[in-house]
């Protein structure tokens, strides 16, 4: 089992950045593949990104893709998620996630441990 944890959302005005942290913890992190998906009021959870277990590749949601970058420190059991360029319909609860799969997916339900998820809110 792993346990996840977000931190770094919060408010910021449209064109601003935010740095999202997902500390893990539990079994070898580099075990899993990460993924951030995110839900904003009245809608579904969707996938924004997601990164394989030694960062050999990153892929991204077509909404996100040259805004956000997501990293990974295996050796601090953290990834990241790098937002710029930030747009109100980017407002959510952004969740980290891990993936016993060898490979990445968009697909929540591949995903088997969550974290609580953190607020980013954009202002226009």
């Known amino acids: 089992q792993v346990q996840l944890v977000e931190s770094g959302g919060g408010l910021v005005q449209a064109g601003g950045s935010l740095r999202l942290s997902c500390a893990a913890s539990?079994?070898?992190?580099?075990?899993?593949?990460m993924g951030w998906f995110r839900q904003a009021p009245g809608k579904e959870r969707e996938f924004v990104g997601g990164?394989?277990?030694?960062?050999?590749?990153?892929y991204y949601a077509d909404s996100v893709k040259g805004r956000f970058t997501i990293s990974r420190d295996n050796t601090k059991n953290m990834v990241y998620l790098q937002m710029n360029s930030l747009k109100p319909e980017d407002t959510a609860v952004y969740y980290c996630?891990?993936?016993?799969?060898?490979?990445?997916?968009?697909?929540?339900?591949?995903?088997?441990?969550w974290g609580q998820g953190t607020q980013v809110t954009v202002s226009s």
């Open positions: 996630a891990a993936s016993p799969l060898y490979r990445g997916s968009p697909d929540e339900r591949t995903y088997a441990y």
């Open positions: 990164i394989s277990r030694m960062s050999e590749g990153t």
């Open positions: 539990g079994r070898p992190f580099s075990s899993y593949v």
